[in-house]
């Protein structure tokens, strides 16, 4: 990488297209050796936020985040780094809206209070209360004098119709998680476990002081050190942040001023990043459609050269790739993708796709490992798109076994 002086009074650092992919598979944990001592919580901390999703394929979308990174950590382990049940201490996360639901953790409480105040300006999310001070004075009552609670708990979730039917108790919990007063430290069953924020967020960080804009300067300066290298569309989108957001703080979030080649718009880098040589074995693993490295459509565009939509919202007939793509990562670069499936102890790839014959011996090993982690002891290919390479991934995948 070279500096070239322009007219700002700022040097920009001239990158390589290859020399950002590096930064950014570095940043997000996947080039390197993984600091297993600090482990899943360590990734989370790395991350700043991962998504949370319905869908369970292999695993759930939060479950895989850690699991590309960190090799087979235990699913146990992984939902135990990330919840704290009751009475188990201090919590080390929580759950809020940042690029969607996620988990957090928890020392990013204060951050998000410029998105807290929006909502109660607001005054409400998706749904109206009937009675507002009524029902939410209800649900604190309940949770006041019982503990953490389910929303069924709390006396059910909807009215009995479809998803979005939501009874008043959900509202007005959800409205309260939207505001801070009630807090997501723990999923139980894949339920919401509410609790007071006032029992449950540590008192040194149970605080709203934060201006909005020094909340939103230090979201930005975490997506970045996250991304490694990031326009300000990137930054935007890592916490669902407004680009005029962006340019209001980038100046003061220490990140530096770059210009990749390739990409058509400026860009700015962590410049711990920039400090060192990004070097060291690249992992080879099935990503979620969720995951941080390619949640951004566009940025893996750029970053990859590789075009990536999840279509499980797709009609079937419609699907080009299948229900829950999941890329392939191996030598820095995506190089295919395998829509997976269970059927009892044998994972089953649906459809692969290959980035030519030498991702062949990449997804075997990808299929295999991802086989372990999850309980199955085979694995069947049922189509791979480019018939040509079909019997070689499977010889690949009977000796990766």
Not at 36 to 42: N, Y
């Amino acid at each position: 990488m070279t500096t070239a002086t322009t007219e700002a009074p700022t040097p920009v650092v001239q990158l390589s297209a290859d020399e950002a992919r590096r930064l950014v598979l570095r940043a997000q944990g996947l080039l390197g050796a993984p600091d297993r001592a600090a482990g899943v919580r360590g990734i989370l901390r790395r991350l700043g936020a991962v998504q949370l999703d319905t869908i369970s394929v292999l695993a759930r979308s939060h479950e895989l985040v850690p699991y590309a990174r960190l090799g087979a950590v235990g699913r146990a382990t992984v939902e135990a780094a990330y919840w704290s049940p009751s009475g188990a201490g201090a919590p080390h996360t929580f759950e809020y809206w940042s690029h969607a639901a996620c988990v957090l953790p928890i020392e990013e409480w204060p951050l998000f209070a410029f998105r807290r105040r929006a909502f109660a300006a607001r005054g409400y999310r998706w749904h109206r209360l009937s009675d507002p001070e009524r029902w939410c004075a209800a649900v604190l009552d309940r949770l006041r004098a019982e503990g953490p609670l389910t929303a069924t708990e709390l006396g059910g979730a909807k009215n009995g119709g479809p998803w979005f039917d939501w009874s008043e108790t959900k509202i007005a919990v959800e409205w309260l998680l939207d505001t801070g007063q009630v807090v997501c430290t723990e999923r139980r069953g894949w339920k919401r476990v509410y609790d007071l924020a006032e029992r449950a967020v540590p008192e040194p960080l149970r605080h709203d002081d934060l201006a909005d804009t020094e909340c939103i300067r230090r979201l930005v300066a975490q997506a970045g050190a996250a991304l490694g290298v990031a326009t300000r569309a990137d930054l935007a989108d890592y916490h669902r942040l407004k680009g005029e957001q962006v340019d209001a703080v980038i100046r003061d979030t220490g990140l530096v001023p770059v210009k990749v080649a390739g990409w058509p718009r400026p860009a700015w880098a962590d410049p711990a990043a920039l400090a060192e040589e990004p070097r060291g074995r690249h992992r080879t693993t099935l990503l979620s459609p969720f995951d941080s490295l390619i949640w951004d459509r566009p940025r893996t565009e750029r970053v990859f050269g590789f075009t990536h939509r999840l279509e499980a919202y797709v009609p079937k007939a419609k699907r080009i790739h299948g229900y829950f793509a999941m890329p392939l990562l191996t030598g820095g670069r995506l190089a295919g993708r395998v829509d997976p499936a269970r059927e009892g102890t044998t994972l089953v790839a649906r459809q692969v796709s290959l980035d030519g014959a030498r991702s062949v011996a990449p997804m075997a090993r990808a299929l295999r490992e991802a086989a372990r982690w999850v309980g199955c002891d085979s694995v069947r290919i049922e189509r791979c798109t480019d018939a040509r390479l079909a019997p070689a991934l499977v010889k690949a995948v009977d000796s990766a076994g």
